[in-house]
């Protein structure tokens, strides 16, 4: 059982990245997904998250008209388009599986089962 995040790096200030988490081992379809990051010094942080049955999606405040979590259970994967990426942005991303999910833990990280490796997102000019 494994996700594997991806598609970080080094972008400018305004500009975007989209992550990519890959399950094996496992499917995602029944699983709600979660993305989280941890900044150097900082709390690990709930960022977005997306139901398995109806596809339901929740963002922090933060991020909020600039990023897009999406899934295509067909490839097993799920994204995380973030546009308009700011210097704050930064941190490294980490995806995660949620057998359970609902009203008020969509990024309570203590449900979600499965965790990738993270990936590094950098924003600076």
């Known amino acids: 059982v494994q996700l594997q995040a991806s598609g970080g790096g080094l972008v400018q200030p305004g500009g975007s990245l989209r992550l990519s988490c890959a399950a094996s081992?496992?499917?995602?379809?029944?699983?709600?997904i979660g993305w989280f990051r941890q900044a150097p010094g900082k709390e690990r942080e709930g960022v977005s998250s997306?139901?398995?049955?109806?596809?339901?999606?929740y963002y922090t405040d933060s991020v909020k008209g600039r990023f897009t979590i999406s899934r295509d259970n067909a490839k097993n994967t799920a994204y995380l388009q973030m546009n308009s990426l700011k210097p704050e942005d930064t941190a490294t991303y980490y995806c995660?599986?949620?057998?359970?999910?609902?009203?008020?833990?969509?990024?309570?990280?203590?449900?979600?089962?499965?965790w990738g490796q993270g990936t590094l997102v950098t924003v600076s000019s």
């Open positions: 081992g496992f499917t995602l379809d029944s699983y709600a």
């Open positions: 997306i139901s398995c049955r109806d596809g339901s999606t």
């Open positions: 995660a599986a949620a057998r359970f999910y609902g009203l008020g833990i969509e990024l309570d990280p203590r449900w979600y089962d499965y």
